[in-house]
């Protein structure tokens, strides 16, 4: 490998959040205080939902998996997140999920930050949870049961004890081995922690029941008998066309609240309902345009798949921490010539070096 | 700034293609001849166009300027491209165009390299005009005209002298320091270089006549008289939603040839023609489905507005020769915990390092 021109312009270099720093980024400030105010970011930025530039991610579909783009502007900032999902991935030694992505200047179309995405989809998707769990949810949650316990669960379960005050996690895994690593991971962080040996048994006495399981297919995590009065949803896990986490009768009980509509009727729970079925955009409850939780006998179900806008307010909240705590590296990324018409000439000089 | 983690997995690393190695690849190469290869590369990926997963690019539009997302794949390699189009960025002493891209496993999403792009973008359009020219233009044309003496120019005449026998360019802008930045760039190529005082000037005698302008508005650079029987129209310039450099009278007079339909008529010179006005896909010309230039006294126009699979044929050129010579180096982009399902813990043990 050859290095880097040590003396490009400075409007050459782009920021570059490497794994290692944002492992750094998120440790200093702590991982359960970086989803809170990832949340915070993800709250503000739904207030001022219709600034948004706003379009269903871009996927490329394939037997193994899908690669997608997810693209959004707020007028001032441009951000996307390549992300792939392939669930036969983790039987070869691969993550599922790998992700990564870029903020933009709108106007003049340069990047700011080129960044590690992997672990900080996980922080957002906690934190949209967060975000959505705090309007819909029973004020006096203090139990969630976590079904599913891989890469989501910890953070999940962190975040909802540190910005909601949920007190106890009931964890269930179709494999054991699952739930013992998210125990361990939990161990010493001030929640009680239940490993339980069914979903039945995992929601019992939970106010909310959070849904992250990862195949690729219909899956019915939980059945209607399953759900009684009063309890929130979190459903993480049905995320793509084909797979969904929850039985249709569930979804016919419940008020169901999605991020952005277009996307959530391809992906999301709902691909189980008909097109006129009523469902409510989250960011108008936050508004409050429309009620969220109305009732204590009210079961709600927030129907997440992962909507682009949470990626922009992440990657915001990782640019300003990077440029605060100096955790990053710059990349020769842009052509910067002398004269902005003379590409070539730079190209052709270069070779004379 | 804070110094990468020097052991991260093998997973995690991603080669980085930055300005100073593409550079460094394409010198030791030669302008032309990266030139040609990509030229090959494209053309190869034109037989098999019924392979790609194809889309218009997605846009977001702002006042100064647009920024894009192209993205493509063959099912075995997945790539997309990062550009913005910025016209008043120049006059700001920024690029008007900047590109980045990455080229990914489709097996299981995982990136094999990260690229700049704003050089390689120019490469590939010179090695698209190529292409389309071998099968457009008359056999026999020794003699280019280049309206428009920008970033592209200088590569467009490189790589037409190169791989077309192009032995005369005749040079116009309306800024005559761009046509002297050309003309001292191509000093010593072989070509004959004749900066010209006028568009008029300039596509006398020329049997192949290049637009490549810049502005972002209805432009009319050439008018339907300047253009006679028998010539080949490339016409790079016009590539946006309201940008156009020709006028609609030569277009009634041409056979018109394009990349991909539902991209160009959002953004190709046939924005001015009813929906209905016939077109050619060049691919089929390519494959020998249908006859590219006919006779003598035919206008053939090449409507390029630039396709993704185009950014995917030069990524595969330059991932083959950065990997050949070594010119990148790898960046820690993805994260890789021990056990797959274990970021948390990943993230928590890095705390303790």
Known sequence: MTKHDPNPSRLAMVPFISVDHMMRIVNEAGVAQTIAAIADRIEADFLR???????????????????????TSDGEFYGFKYVNGHPANMARGFQ??????????VDNGYPVMFSEMTILTALRTAAMSIVA?????????????????????????????H??????????????????????????????????????EAITGAQIVTTCTADKKQATILTDNMVGAGV???????????????HRDILMRSDIFV????????????????????????????AGQVPGRTSRDQITLFDSVGFATEDFSALRHIHAEAMRTGHYVELDLLADPDDPRDLFGMVARAAGQ
Chains 1, 2 share one sequence.
Not at 136 to 159: H, T, W, Y
Not at 232 to 246: F, M, Q, R, V
């Open 232 to 246: 929130h949803l979190n459903a993480i896990g049905g995320d793509s066309p084909g797979k969904t986490e929850l």
């Open 259 to 286: 991020e952005y509509p277009p996307q959530t009727w391809i992906e999301g729970e709902i691909q189980q309902l008909a097109p006129e079925h009523p469902i409510t955009e989250l960011w108008r409850v936050i």
């Open 49 to 71: 939902w219709e600034t948004f530039d706003k379009t269903p991610r871009v996927p490329s579909h394939s037997e193994e998996g899908v690669i997608e783009l997810m693209p």
């Open 163 to 200: 910005c909601l005050g949920i007190e106890e996690v009931r964890l269930w895994d179709i494999d054991p081995k699952a739930t013992a690593k998210a125990v361990r991971n939990l161990e010493g962080t001030g929640l009680t922690v239940t490993a339980c040996s069914s979903a039945e």
């Open 133 to 161: 769990a705090r309007h819909l949810a029973p004020k006096d949650a203090r139990v969630m049961a976590v079904i599913g316990n891989g890469a989501q669960c910890e953070f999940q379960s962190l975040g909802f004890h």
């Open 96 to 105: 599922t999920v790998n992700a990564f992505g870029v903020l933009a200047r």
